[in-house]
């Protein structure tokens, strides 16, 4: 139910091969003990779950895959993308991110059409929170750096550098609140996001969340983009997430869309 972007690469074969094998020792693992220490995911949704991972726990989350379409000057473009998120706790408050985006297809049509695969960025970020934060309101930061190691058509033009904070109020066991925003610099310039969502526990293993955010990204105009989605835990360490956002208005992408699976490496 706890929550948002953001990644490795061997062959695909290879990566489906360990995929399968990490599920299936997870599916496993969660069946032979059905209470974890699990604090919750990034993924699905725009921000983050305000907890971090016990020391030397480990969370995958991945796009199967990801999808961003918009459309500006003439040209529409698609982007499907197998954003992987790799969590690690590392003790205290502190969590470390690694990500990327091994496998991306990005198809752009107009007065032609042009199709291009390849990696994507990768990045570096630390999550901050404190482990026990008592009472109905909890929060957390997130610092990141984005690098410029993929493909030149699959990535932005220079490094980019994230800040974000995200506040979650409990207002009863199954419902929860959440605020959050984020600042990314990139050659001087900053794009925003402010986003709000309401969390809501259908049942003991489905949830689903409604999101609303206003975006402004350098170089276009404001916009507002609003959307949905479900998450369904499998078992505690295994999570499913589908959801869509679409544009309201202004400068935001006309279609971004998830879908996913998390899977905690814990206690």
Known sequence: MQRGIAHFR???RGRRARLVAALTSALLAGNACGRTQNPGYDRPGL????AVLGTGDVTLEQGLPDVNQDRADGLTSRQYS???LLRLGVGGPFELQLA????NRLTTWGTSRDT???RGSSSLGVKFALPDQA???SWGLLG????TDGNPALRAGHRQYLLGAQGNWQLTPRQSLGVYGEDVREAHQDSTTLAVSDTVALSETWGSYVELASVHDAGRQHGWLG????TWMATPRIQFDAGMDHRLQGGASRWLGNLGVSVYFGR
């Open 10 to 12: 061997p062959s695909c």
């Open 82 to 84: 197998a954003d992987t």
């Open 100 to 103: 990327s985006s091994p496998w």
């Open 135 to 137: 009472g109905p309101f």
């Open 144 to 147: 990141s750096v984005t690098f």
């Open 227 to 230: 959307g949905a989605g479900l």
């Open 47 to 50: 921000g983050f779950t305000p």
């Open 116 to 118: 291009v695969h390849g």
